[in-house]
């Protein structure tokens, strides 16, 4: 138990420190569970996970590989019993089958692979007496996979640029990929980002001439990219054969898991890039009250961070009609583009600074679009809006994760997780925003907006990295009596107003974790960590309640060094099992409340 008074509630536990175990640490007094992990049953009659015997039935009816996002969504009607609605973002062929052999899956890995993408909805019954979570397999759960079939909105939805032979009306598009973080809307639905479409289609190449290739150069689309090679054999990811079902890809999806049969939404009015997340404000006073606006970042180098502020007002309330309304806010709206005004010169100390949204696409409540990009088309700014975005002067930002709005205060904390390419080779050097070249630890941003407006302000709250060193910032506060942060990825927010932020890719040596961060008073800055997953593994997901933390430990195990044959981690199951993604519950050992 921590002994200093002066912590602010929802931070009052003792620090984990920075480690290198094989294990998921958590504070003194707490307690943790695995809750699912990748193979485990979801839908009724689903077979139990065989690692030696692996097949794409079972898994589309197993939870997938490498979960990303988490939430919970109460279910009407059950107290203590909610919606874990958890993405699946990418499968690490190698980590996954013994017998794998690079670019070169079988049909059968391929297709096991495509399954074990998406997005599951479990439903879990909470524990009473503690902070468990219990899987239900009923009929209220759900496996999306690259497979399953998706309704397109918003201007991109009938145009030409999507339209495939399997898909001739270019409105029902076939899976979801590479699903990264997400949100839960208000209105009880769960966003979800695709954000590395690229790496899934074969063949770029053999798209000759401009524009179709430059386009396809802008996402980053090549044959070096295709490590899945589904193309092999599905015909619709070989770009030679179906040059627009990657257009049908990069979007936010949003799946409503009250209703098992409801038909997922595809919403190309956010625009179509590498989509961290998306999470939702709601103005809450003022004409603008109801509006609702959509934060999102594309998480590459250099690339930018957006907002769509809506057409259609929130309707109140969780019945179906009230339900039904809300999921048509995301098709109508303006979507934004942010820049940022420099700090002179660029400093990692205080920096602070103003900025504007810019206008690319608007979709009036009545269906019509407006392009606000000279020579483009709706559909065109809805389906290349990197190229939209380029025009309307952007700043090139650090890699922008996840983007979330305080529910307390309003002010929105995005996570610029690093840059190593900063300043070198030719690339854009600092600015205010993106202080340091070859941006190995990140930083978080905040940003004062008026929501439904353009303008803003702007701040760092921390530039991560080691404290002891000169080009860090930790809001300002005491360098010595903070948890050392690096590569943020993930926010979210306690039941306090502290931000929490989940780590990927730790540059200082020691496995990624979970930090809560002091936003206001004198401990602004003042960073503590959690938790701290097993070697090789990202931090992800987190959800923080009053008595409850949830994360996602993705890709425990996995190595960026090419000449590390052998897992780096045999967890959870332990002994020489090949490790496991999985999401983990952590509570108080006497149930009491987090961090208090
Ligand atoms: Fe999938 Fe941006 O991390
Ligand atoms: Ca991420
Ligand atoms: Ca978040
Ligand atoms: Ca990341």
């Keep these: 138990t921590p002994t200093d008074p002066g912590l602010p509630p929802g931070m009052r536990f003792g620090a984990v420190a920075p480690n290198t175990e094989d294990a998921l640490i958590v504070p003194d007094g707490y307690r943790q569970q695995v809750v699912i992990r990748w193979g485990d049953p979801v839908l009724p009659g689903a077979p139990e996970f065989d690692f030696e015997n692996q097949t794409p039935q079972a898994q589309a009816q197993q939870f997938g590989f490498n979960n990303d996002f988490a939430g919970l969504i109460p279910v009407d009607g059950a107290p203590d019993r909610f919606y874990l609605v958890c993405n699946q973002e990418y499968t690490t062929e190698a980590m996954m089958f013994r017998d794998y052999r690079e670019k070169k899956p079988t049909e059968r890995q391929a297709r096991v692979a495509m399954a074990a993408h998406g997005i599951?909805?479990?439903?879990?019954?909470?524990?009473?007496?503690?902070?468990?979570?219990?899987?239900?397999?009923?009929?209220?759960?759900?496996?999306?996979?690259?497979?399953?079939?998706?309704?397109?909105?918003?201007?991109?939805?009938?145009?030409?640029?999507?339209?495939?032979?399997?898909?001739?009306?270019?409105?029902?598009?076939?899976?979801?990929?590479?699903?990264?973080?997400?949100?839960?809307?208000?209105?009880?639905?769960?966003?979800?980002?695709?954000?590395?479409?690229?790496?899934?289609?074969?063949n770029a190449r053999a798209v000759a001439g401009s524009p179709a290739a430059e386009r396809l150069a802008r996402y980053g689309f090549g044959d070096d990219a295709d490590y899945h090679r589904w193309g092999l054999y599905e015909s619709r990811f070989d770009l030679a054969r179906e040059p627009n079902e990657a257009n049908r890809f990069g979007y936010i999806v949003e799946v409503d898991p009250h209703d098992p049969e409801s038909v997922p939404l595809k919403h190309?009015?956010?625009?179509?890039?590498?989509?961290e997340s998306a999470n939702i404000y709601v103005v809450p006073d003022g004409v603008d009250a109801g509006t609702v606006v959509a934060y999102t970042g594309d998480d590459e180098r250099f690339e930018y961070i957006y907002k769509f502020v809506s057409s259609r007002k929130m309707r109140d309330g969780l019945s179906p009609q009230a339900r039904r309304h809300n999921q048509r806010i995301l098709a109508e709206g303006t979507l934004y583009v942010a820049s940022f005004a420099s700090a002179e010169p660029p400093t990692v100390t205080g920096a602070t600074g103003s900025g504007r949204w810019h206008k690319l696409l608007t979709v009036d409540a009545d269906g019509s679009a407006t392009s606000h990009i000279a020579g483009m088309t709706p559909a065109e700014v809805a389906v290349f809006t990197r190229l939209a975005a380029d025009r309307a002067g952007a700043t090139k930002m650090d890699r922008p994760e996840d983007i979330e709005a305080n529910p307390f205060t309003g002010k929105v904390y995005c996570a610029l997780t690093n840059n190593d390419a900063r300043g070198i080779d030719g690339n854009p050097g600092t600015d205010?925003?993106?202080?340091?070249?070859?941006?190995?630890?990140?930083?978080?941003?905040?940003?004062?907006?008026?929501?439904?407006?353009?303008?803003?302000?702007?701040?760092?709250?921390?530039?991560?990295?080691?404290?002891?060193?000169?080009?860090?910032?930790?809001?300002?506060?005491?360098?010595?009596?903070?948890?050392?942060?690096?590569?943020?990825?993930?926010?979210?927010?306690?039941?306090?107003?502290?931000?929490?932020?989940?780590?990927?890719?730790?540059?200082?040596?020691?496995?990624?974790?979970?930090?809560?961060?002091?936003?206001?008073?004198?401990?602004?800055?003042?960073?503590?960590q959690f938790l701290t997953v097993p070697r090789g593994a990202e931090t992800?997901?987190?959800?923080?309640?009053?008595?409850?933390?949830?994360?996602?430990?993705?890709?425990?195990?996995?190595?960026?060094?090419?000449?590390?044959?052998?897992?780096?981690?045999?967890?959870?199951?332990?002994?020489?099992?090949?490790?496991?993604?999985?999401?983990?519950?952590?509570?108080?050992?006497?149930n009491g409340p987090v961090g208090m």
């Excluded at 760092?460 to 930790?474: I, S």
């Excluded at 890709?555 to 780096?568: F, M």
Aim: contains cysteine; aromatic residues 6%.
């Design 120 to 202: 599951t909805v479990l439903e879990v019954q909470a524990g009473t007496g503690d902070g468990s979570l219990t899987p239900v397999i009923g009929r209220r759960n759900r496996r999306l996979t690259a497979a399953s079939p998706f309704r397109m909105t918003g201007p991109a939805a009938g145009s030409d640029l999507v339209r495939t032979s399997a898909d001739p009306d270019g409105r029902i598009l076939l899976g979801t990929i590479a699903n990264c973080s997400g949100g839960i809307t208000p209105w009880g639905t769960m966003l979800s980002g695709e954000e590395n479409f690229h790496n899934y289609f074969m």
């Design 268 to 275: 190309s009015a956010l625009g179509r890039l590498k989509h």
């Design 432 to 528: 205010g925003v993106n202080p340091r070249t070859e941006n190995k630890n990140g930083q978080i941003l905040e940003i004062t907006d008026a929501h439904a407006g353009t303008d803003f302000r702007w701040d760092l709250l921390l530039v991560c990295g080691d404290p002891a060193a000169a080009d860090t910032y930790y809001g300002g506060y005491d360098k010595t009596r903070v948890s050392p942060i690096s590569c943020p990825d993930n926010v979210a927010f306690d039941p306090h107003g502290n931000l929490w932020i989940s780590t990927d890719g730790n540059a200082l040596g020691s496995n990624d974790g979970l930090f809560a961060v002091a936003l206001d008073g004198p401990r602004r800055g003042q960073t503590r």
């Design 540 to 590: 992800c997901g987190p959800i923080i309640t009053d008595r409850r933390v949830v994360v996602c430990v993705q890709h425990p195990g996995e190595s960026d060094d090419a000449t590390v044959d052998r897992p780096l981690s045999h967890w959870p199951d332990g002994g020489r099992s090949q490790p496991r993604p999985a999401v983990v519950a952590v509570w108080r050992n006497d």
